[in-house]
């Protein structure tokens, strides 16, 4: 059964600081790994697909790995802005392989100082 | 293209009642999938659907959740008898083709409440 987990549960930072978000998965025989950013009542926004393949995956400021033997991904985030103040969410199949059943952590909230 | 869309976004009913809840896809993704998010959790998976037919509904939590995609496009969550305890947002993603492998693109979600 798969079980993801993400700590921090919050995390509050100044402008310009980077930082890491971690996220855990028990199943390690995934395909991918899925990135996702919610703001307050709002539905979910996809930011990284990194398939296992890859390793690492980018986009802009983010930057989000995959290790599959640790089960462990991060997202990092470069140089915050207050507008990436959300929770950001991080969820991997449902079993092992590829799988349309994602399992979600609970996220991490964070909040970007200005 | 637009993204994925759902109706309403707010639905308050009483208990025992039944209610509908509307997924538009995004225009030719052939796989769809039913979340739902309980306050302060990330989301739960309901079912998904392989063009017409529920491929995987594992998660539909009991027979009071019915979900249905006549046409291979929109979808229709189904919820009869409704209790306090379904009040939640429920959350519709579609993707290109299912199998796992791509990106689950998610619509803003139906706030349930039920009194």
């Known amino acids: 059964k798969q079980e993801v987990t993400q700590i921090p549960a919050a995390l509050s930072v100044p402008e310009g600081e980077n930082l890491v978000l971690n996220c855990s998965f028990t199943?390690?025989?995934?395909?991918?790994l899925q990135w996702f950013r919610q703001d307050p009542g709002k539905g979910l926004t996809s930011l990284l697909l990194?398939?296992?393949?890859?390793r690492e995956q980018t986009s802009g400021r983010l930057n989000a790995s995959l290790d599959k033997s640790s089960g462990r991904s991060t997202l990092y985030i470069a140089a915050s802005q207050p507008g990436d103040s959300a929770t950001y969410l991080c969820?991997?199949?449902?079993?092992?392989?590829?799988?349309?059943?994602?399992?979600f952590g609970t996220g991490t909230l964070l909040a970007v100082q200005p | 293209g637009a993204g994925v869309s759902q109706t309403p976004s707010n639905k308050v009913t009483e208990k025992g009642k039944y209610v509908e809840l509307r997924c538009d896809p995004i225009s030719g993704h052939t796989a769809l999938y039913w979340y739902r998010q309980s306050l302060g959790q990330g989301p739960e998976f309901l079912i998904y659907?392989?063009?017409?037919?529920?491929?995987?509904d594992s998660g539909l939590p009991n027979d009071r959740f019915f979900a249905v995609r006549p046409e291979g496009s929109v979808s229709t969550l189904k919820i009869q008898r409704t209790e306090r305890g379904d009040s939640a947002v429920y959350l519709c993603?579609?993707?290109?083709?299912?199998?796992?492998?791509?990106?689950?693109?998610f619509g803003p979600g139906t706030r349930l409440t039920v009194l």
């Open positions: 199943d390690s025989a995934i395909y991918n």
């Open positions: 969820a991997a199949p449902g079993y092992g392989g590829a799988t349309n059943k994602l399992i």
């Open positions: 990194i398939q296992s393949s890859q």
């Open positions: 659907f392989q063009g017409t037919g529920a491929a995987d």
């Open positions: 993603a579609s993707s290109f083709a299912g199998g796992g492998t791509d990106t689950q693109y």
